[in-house]
């Protein structure tokens, strides 16, 4: 009885398995491949900063210096803003330091100022002119850069003798550290760090290696002495070659001087200057003053000291009468091209030591009026006329040892005043007249004429500072 009651409640249990409202089991899943890798998406707020909103990045390195590492901080997010790739920012900056060398010429105030005839007479010898004679050719494609530009071959010529002694000297200083040196230094950082962009856009484009961008302390490459922003808007290919290689080819290098000069307005076919004469009883005080035509300043009585009349070009064009040693040594008037030269260096001294120099290449003789014996000033002799000017009345300007423009003015008005002849030329003489008519134990000089100040007429305006040459680095002024 019991083994039948077991034997129904197994099969009412094996029906009950079969039974159809029973839940039949759940399938199994075929195994899938895992979804593709999500791809990152960046959010347009977190997006790199578009290159105006990039504020100070730590440089590569560190120099140690403080200065010179929160400046480089700071500047590099300039550059980036500027458009240097981040690549040549990291590779030209990594392991930058100051160079001291730059730092203490560029504040260096020289003791004694050269004369402007030591200069000049240094700069044009028998021996540069020879070689400029025998280089004009040797650079076969100078007639065609003469013609291109219209700027006379001797001219640029003049030129590079002057900026690298005709390509031997142009300079070991690495041209990204002088230029980060002085705009870490502060007093001409504006300039600088434009600068420096120029040089790393230089080689961010291939035109150059750092290896090539050798020049001046402050900054002046090639064999004709470029700035970096300069060769960049200026420099050409004189060679034919399809490079502008300012350092190794001087077709390049001067035909990039003559490109600079005839985009500061060189005037084709006229002088630069030229060396003149004046009667005994001139009037010095016109010096530095007005710009005439060469037919007015004949009518003053000043004429060419070759004796030859004036070109129907020259006479087209003002010019004006400079007295660079004094009443006592050579006077020139100076044309249009003679400011054009400027351009690439603003000196005086500079000008008249290219244009010479050109004269003498091309032919021309020494002088007529050779240049006087001139004793150097010293700083403290050059600050104590200025100060003595201002305390007279007569406004040289701020006071610092340097003998521009302001200076010279301001001195013949004094000279005037005084009846002395009023050709702003301070001599060591001059000096001590100027220190005992400041101190009031002066029996030397006449009473000033009446009025007492005489407002001296007014000075051209500054020529902006060199295109190819720093202007730190110009010759006396």
């Given at each position: 009885m019991?083994?039948r ?17 029973a839940?039949?089991?759940?399938p199994t ?5 895992p979804?593709?890798?999500?791809q ?17 990045i ?21 550059a ?5 790739p981040?690549?040549v ?24 100022s ?5 200069y000049?007479k ?14 004009r ?17 001797e001219?640029?010529?003049?030129i ?9 000297i ?24 434009g600068?420096l ?12 290696t ?15 002495q ?18 502008r ?37 001139f ?17 003053l ?12 070009n020259d ?8 007295a660079?040693?004094?009443a ?5 008037l100076?044309f ?32 007529v ?6 004793t ?49 030329y ?6 001590q ?24 007429a007014?000075?051209?305006?500054p ?5 190819a040459?720093?202007?730190?680095e110009?010759?006396?002024?």
């Open positions: 019991r083994l009651h077991l034997s129904l409640i197994l099969l009412a249990l094996v029906a009950a398995c079969a039974s159809p409202t839940k039949p089991p759940l899943r075929l195994p899938t491949a979804p593709p890798a999500r990152p998406v960046t959010p347009p707020e977190a997006a790199p900063p578009a290159p105006s909103q990039v504020g100070p730590a440089p590569p390195a560190v120099s140690g210096d403080m200065v010179f590492d929160a400046w480089a901080s700071s500047f590099y997010g300039k980036l803003k500027a458009g240097i981040r690549e920012l990291d590779r030209e900056m990594a392991g930058l330091t100051p160079d001291p060398r730059v730092t203490a010429r560029d504040s260096r105030q020289p003791e004694f050269q004369p402007i005839s030591t000049v240094g700069a044009v010898t028998p021996g540069a002119a020879s070689t400029g004679e025998h280089e050719v040797e650079v076969p494609q100078l007639p065609d850069i003469e013609q291109r530009f219209g700027v006379p071959r001219i640029l010529i003049a590079w003798a002057r900026e690298s002694a005709f390509g031997a142009q300079g070991d200083f690495d041209v990204i550290r002088s230029m980060a040196s002085l705009a870490a230094q502060g007093r001409r950082r504006d300039w600088a760090e600068e962009i120029a040089a790393l856009r230089i080689i961010a484009t291939g035109q150059a750092r290896e090539q961008l050798r020049g001046s302390w402050a900054g002046a490459m090639g064999q004709t470029f700035i970096p922003s300069a060769y960049l808007s200026t420099a050409v290919d004189g060679d034919g070659d399809g490079r290689d300012i350092w190794n080819s001087p077709a390049d290098a001067l035909a990039s001087a003559a490109n600079l000069l005839a985009k500061g307005g060189w005037h084709r076919g006229e002088s630069w200057a030229r060396e003149v004469t004046v009667p005994a009883d009037d010095f005080s016109l010096t530095e003053g007005p710009k005439l035509s060469p037919d007015a300043w004949t009518a009585g000043v004429l060419r000291a070759d004796g030859l009349p004036w070109t129907d006479k087209a064009v003002e010019a004006q009468l400079i660079p040693a004094g006592q040594g050579p006077l020139f100076l249009p091209n003679h400011f054009v030269i400027r351009k690439y260096n603003n000196s005086v001294a500079y000008a008249l030591a290219v244009g010479l120099l050109a004269d003498r290449i091309a032919g021309a003789g020494p002088l009026t050779p240049w006087p014996a001139e150097p000033l010293s700083l403290a002799d050059r600050m104590t006329a200025q100060r003595a000017l201002l305390a007279l009345g007569f406004s040289p300007g701020t006071p610092d040892g340097i003998v521009g423009v302001g200076t010279r003015t301001a001195l013949r008005a004094f000279q005037k005043a005084h009846g002395l002849t009023p050709d702003g301070l001599s060591p003489g001059m000096v007249q100027l220190k005992l008519a400041a101190g009031g134990g002066d029996s030397a000089l006449p009473p000033p004429a009446a009025p007492a100040f005489e407002p001296p007014a000075a051209p305006a020529l902006p500072a060199s295109a040459t720093a202007a730190a110009a010759p006396p002024t």
